[in-house]
C-alpha cells in the first residue's frame, strides 16, 4: 500500500478542495493510503473527510515560512507520493521536497489557465522563475484540460510527463427530466467575483427580461463582488426577478428548479458547475473562454457556446433557446454523454491510473 499526501493551504469549500476530498472519499485503500496535509487545519469540508484519513497540518504557518516545516513533516512521514492541485501549493511542495531531500514522487495539478492566472499573479516574474526551476521536479505535471499543458509546455519548455485527468465531479447522472415547453427558470453557480463576470449576466438578463417578462434568474454563491451585483440589481429594477440566495451546498437541488444554465465567465480552467449542469439535463448557454466551455460544450454541439460577450447578444441568445425545446431537448442528450467522463468513479479511476504510473 502506498502513502499518497495530498496538501492544501485549508479546507473550506473550493474547487481544488471539492476534487481533493472526492479523491480522499473514493480512492482504492488496498492500493492507497491517502493522508491530507494543510497549512492551517481549518474549514467546512473537515467534517466530511473519511474516518480512515489522517490530517497533519503546519501549525498555520503563511505561504512564505511554509516551506521548511513542510520539508520537516515529508521528511519524517517519508510518503510514497504527493499530490498538489494549486499554483502555489505545487511550488511550496516541490521546494520542500528540494529541501527535504527524499525520495517521494510529487504530481502537480494545474486547473487555472496560464492565460489568466498569471496576469493577476503577485510578482509575476519571480513566480515564471520558480515554475521553470521547479516544475521539472514533478513525477508528472496533471490538468483537466490539454490546452493549460500546452500552455505549461510553452512557458517551461522541459518539463515533466503531462496527463489529462477529469475533475471529479457528479455523484450519479439522474434520469434526464422532460425539457419545460419555455425556458423560463434560468440559473447559475460559482463565486460572486470579478472573473465570474455575474454583471455582464445580469445586463444581458435585464435586456431579455425587458422582452420576456417571465424570466428569473438565480445566481446561487457567495464573494466579494455581492454588494456590486445588488446594487446593479436595484438599479436595473430586478430585484424581485434576480435572486442572489448564497452558496448552496446541494447544487444538483438547485438544478432541479432550473430550465437554462448560464456561465458567463472571463476565465474557466474547466467548469464544474457546468459539468453538473450537463450531467443533471440543464441545458448550458455559455459565453466562450479559455478554456473549458468550448471543451466542455464541444464547441457549440452539446449546449449555446457564444463567441461574443456583448449582452445583448447573450440576451438574443437567451430569447432564442427559451421557446425552443427541441434545441434545448438536443443539447441534453448530447451533454449528458460529456458528463459522464466527469463522474467520481470514473475520475476516480483515472487518478488511480496515474498514482500508479507516477510511483512505477
Known amino acids: 500500500m502506498k502513502r499518497v499526501a495530498f496538501f492544501l493551504p485549508h479546507f473550506e469549500v473550493g474547487g481544488a478542495e471539492m476534487v481533493i476530498l472526492r479523491l480522499l472519499q473514493g480512492l482504492d485503500r488496498t492500493a492507497f493510503q491517502p ?50 492541485a494549486t499554483n502555489a501549493t505545487n511550488l511550496l511542495m516541490l521546494a520542500a521536497l528540494r529541501l527535504a531531500r527524499v525520495r517521494t ?20 516574474a519571480l513566480r515564471t522563475l520558480a515554475m521553470k ?22 512557458l517551461l519548455g522541459r518539463m515533466a510527463p503531462f496527463h489529462v485527468l477529469p475533475n471529479p465531479v457528479i455523484d450519479s447522472l439522474p434520469s434526464l427530466p422532460r425539457p419545460a415547453i419555455c425556458a423560463t427558470r434560468l440559473v447559475s453557480v460559482g463565486r460572486l467575483a470579478e472573473e465570474k463576470r455575474f454583471d455582464l449576466m ?19 454563491g457567495e464573494g466579494p463582488a455581492r454588494p456590486a451585483l445588488e446594487q446593479l440589481i436595484q438599479t436595473l429594477g430586478l ?5 442572489l440566495p448564497g452558496r448552496t451546498d446541494d ?49 457549440g454541439n452539446s449546449g449555446a457556446l457564444l463567441a461574443s460577450d456583448c449582452p445583448e447578444a447573450i440576451a438574443q441568445e437567451i430569447l432564442r433557446l427559451v421557446p425552443d425545446a427541441p434545441r434545448r431537448t438536443a ?30
Open 331 to 360: 443539447y441534453q442528450t448530447r451533454a449528458r454523454k460529456m458528463a459522464q467522463r466527469y463522474t467520481i468513479t470514473a475520475a476516480v479511476a483515472a487518478y488511480e491510473g496515474c498514482f500508479t504510473r507516477a510511483l512505477a
Open 251 to 299: 447544487v444538483p437541488a438547485a438544478l432541479e428548479k432550473a430550465d437554462l444554465f448560464l456561465c458567463t465567465s472571463r476565465l474557466e480552467g474547466l467548469g464544474n458547475a457546468i459539468i453538473e449542469a450537463m450531467g443533471a439535463g440543464v441545458p448550458v448557454l455559455s459565453v466562450d473562454c479559455p478554456f473549458g466551455p468550448a471543451h466542455l460544450l464541444e464547441q
Open 105 to 124: 514522487r510529487a504530481i502537480v495539478s494545474e486547473h487555472t489557465p496560464l492565460t489568466g492566472f498569471l496576469g493577476h499573479a503577485k510578482a509575476r
Open 239 to 243: 430585484t424581485d426577478i434576480v435572486s
Open 35 to 84: 493522508v491530507l496535509i494543510l497549512q492551517a487545519r481549518r474549514g467546512a469540508l473537515l467534517d466530511r473527510l473519511p474516518a480512515d484519513v489522517a490530517v497533519l497540518d503546519l501549525g498555520g504557518a503563511r505561504a512564505s515560512r511554509a516551506v521548511l516545516p513542510l520539508s520537516r513533516l515529508l521528511r519524517r512521514e517519508g510518503f510514497d507520493l504527493t499530490y498538489t
Open 202 to 220: 445580469i445586463r444581458a438578463f435585464a435586456a431579455a427580461h425587458a422582452e420576456n417578462p417571465d424570466l428569473r434568474l438565480t445566481i446561487h
Open 133 to 154: 526551476a521547479l516544475y521539472r521536479d514533478a513525477a508528472m505535471l496533471a490538468a483537466p484540460l490539454p490546452q493549460i499543458g500546452e500552455e505549461h509546455s510553452t
